[in-house]
């Protein structure tokens, strides 16, 4: 391994090894956290945008087969009064409105089936996170005990040098006692 090889490597650890001190890993926790919930928002406001296309499509489908009836209505009345050139008229305006039902249907079944799936994978993703979640607050508690390191009961514990040396002497037998 050349040096400038061994020296490029040292130089990339030694900066790996600056973030990874920098980097608070409660901060970097809380922040997936946060961008897993902002996931499932943005899937949810889907959810609901197809929704509401679903009945958008539903009152448009509704409406078009009002039409369509009024439509066959006036076809089957030209034709009862043999008003040939009037039946074509009402079929001129028939044909499109039967190609638009069609169409609203096709993108009616296609959002529904959109939905269906989004709700599926909703329904898994939001229970991940509610894993997810709990481990996160499990492994933030046990990343604030160890931050906390020497406290207990709300107040820091510093052992000195002193603390030590008198209870390696209350530790040694005395030569009085112990012979």
């Given at each position: ?171 040694r037998p005395t ?5």
């Amino acid at each position: 391994m050349s040096l400038f090889t061994r020296w490029s490597t040292l130089m990339r650890a030694d900066a790996h090894g600056v973030v990874d001190a920098l980097e608070d890993k409660a901060l970097v926790l809380r922040q997936h956290l946060r961008d897993a919930a902002a996931e499932l928002d943005c899937k949810r406001c889907r959810a609901e945008a197809l929704d509401a296309e679903g009945r958008e499509l539903q009152k448009e489908a509704e409406r078009i087969a009002r039409r369509i009836e009024s439509l066959d209505r006036d076809v089957a009345m030209a034709l009862a009064e043999d008003q040939e050139d009037l039946a074509r008229y009402a079929i001129k305006k028939l044909l499109p409105l039967r190609h638009g039902a069609d169409e609203v249907e096709r993108r009616r079944a296609e959002a529904a089936e959109e939905r269906a799936e989004l709700g599926e994978r909703l329904a898994e993703q939001e229970a991940e996170y509610q894993l997810l979640e709990s481990r996160v607050q499990g492994h933030l508690a046990r990343l604030e005990r160890e931050r906390e390191g020497g406290r207990a009961f709300g107040f820091e514990l510093v052992v000195t040098d002193e603390d030590v040396e008198l209870e390696l002497l209350r530790r040694r037998p005395t030569a009085e006692g112990g012979a």
